[in-house]
């Protein structure tokens, strides 16, 4: 066995000639009976070397051993792992968040599964085309947001297997969004987008959280687009451009009682200044003429008999000052004989001849 396993290792030097492979078995012909154990110590490490018994495992992954195709429910951390070759097996599987784009617009470019998990964070995969309540085709775009559970990660391998994102995540994603679309009509849906998204996540989530050993942590579901059938959006789309008239009517009517509104309030404000105007002169009047009256009453009030008697004495004083200068002039007196005395000058013969006529 040492020699054919010497020719062996010379014949693929002189193969590599030239290559960075320059490999020689040593002669161990002088080391007597220990020659055989040293190239028995060799082979093994050649074939560690060619069967790599370690695994080293990043962060956001996780390892799962298998024993003779049984998976250890006990999963690897990040670092380096030791197993024997032939009877054990480590598959690492990416626990990182992952995405799911349901969508009609971009590349479809689903992730490619292997043993060792989904390579690819993102994997895109067609609109999900639903029925509304009246049998309307309505496509749906949406994006799930989640991640592989890294504790119970070997338990949903051996259960779902490693393409376990289209047994888990995929059935019920489109089961809820046919449940929830099929309970609005396609004209309901834009109007009711928030209602509809949350309904789907709830729905989802609900149905995820359900399965046993809890497979998947749920991150995110966004309702994306709802893309209505031509004849549904040119409904939809008159239906609006009535409101918008509507609307529009509504305020060009609201503008114009405003309008009516603003003159009204202007005309009788006008009408209550001209009020308050006329209110202010009258009360203005009314207290110059108390002030009058008032007046009056108090200089009534001082008149006594001795007062008037000096009236009458200072009257007749004057006239008789008259009569000295105009010898012609008669005298009247008022009624009852009172204060004061009326003269007339009686060269004026216009007036003399009234007097006469009076007489």
């Known amino acids: 066995m040492p020699a054919d396993l010497n020719d062996y290792f010379n014949k693929k030097n002189s193969d590599k000639k030239g290559g960075n492979l320059n490999f020689k078995i040593p002669n161990f012909g002088g080391m007597g009976k220990f020659s055989g154990v040293i190239y028995a110590i060799i082979a093994i490490i050649a074939l560690l070397v060619i069967s790599k018994p370690f695994v080293t495992i990043q962060s956001g992954e996780v390892g799962i051993k298998s024993n003779l195709g049984k998976y250890d429910p006990t999963p690897l951390g990040a670092g380096l792992h030791f197993f024997v070759p032939f009877i054990q097996d480590v598959f690492v599987v990416d626990t990182r968040t992952r995405i799911i784009n349901y969508t009609s617009s971009e590349d479809m470019s689903a992730g490619i599964a292997t043993k060792s998990g989904t390579t690819g964070g993102i994997i895109s995969k067609n609109s999900l085309s639903v029925l509304d309540s009246r049998n309307l ?109 509507a609307e529009r009517t509504k305020y060009e009517v609201e503008r114009a009682n405003q309008e009516a509104l603003k003159k009204a309030a202007l005309a009788k404000g006008n009408a209550d200044a001209v009020k308050i105007e006329a209110q202010g002169r009258a009360d203005a009047a009314k207290i110059e003429a108390d002030a009058q009256a008032y007046a009056n009453k108090e200089v009534a009030k001082s008149l006594d008999a001795n007062l008037l008697s000096l009236k009458q004495i200072e009257t007749q004083a004057k006239f008789n000052e008259a009569l000295r200068e105009n010898s012609d002039a008669k005298i009247f007196l008022t009624p009852g004989g009172a204060v004061p005395n009326i003269w007339v000058d009686t060269k004026d013969k216009a007036k003399q001849s009234a007097i006469e006529r009076e007489n």
Do not use: C, H, M
């Open 137 to 245: 085709p309505v496509s749906i775009d949406i994006t799930v947001q989640y991640r592989l559970n890294e504790a119970t990660a070997p338990n949903t391998i051996a259960e779902w297997g490693f393409l376990w994102e289209d047994k888990i995540i995929d059935p019920r994603v489109k089961d809820v969004v046919r449940s929830v679309i099929g309970n609005y009509a396609a004209e309901e849906l834009p109007t009711k987008r928030d209602e509809i998204a949350k309904s789907i996540d709830d729905g989802i989530r609900k149905n995820i959280e359900a399965l046993p050993n809890s497979p998947v942590d749920l991150l995110a579901v966004q309702l994306r687009e709802i893309i209505l059938p031509a004849k549904v959006k040119e409904q939809i789309e008159s239906v609006q451009i009535a409101k918008q008239e």
